[in-house]
């Protein structure tokens, strides 16, 4: 049973088609991470601006 889901960005929708539950897991945890990732740097980059002026 294929499994799928979407995440929708400022360019639409990006479907992701799945070969199992534990292969979308890992798809979502993934995404996850890397806008965790995302939201850390901007936080640094907005503390840099505030401490240092820009």
Request: with cysteine.
């Amino acid at each position: 049973k294929e499994l799928y889901f979407g995440i929708s960005t400022g360019k639409g929708l990006t479907k992701f088609k799945c070969k199992s539950k534990s292969d979308k897991q890992t798809w979502v945890d993934s995404i996850r991470n890397l806008l965790q990732q995302v939201t850390a740097v901007e936080n640094i980059i907005i503390g840099l601006l505030i401490v240092y002026g820009g």
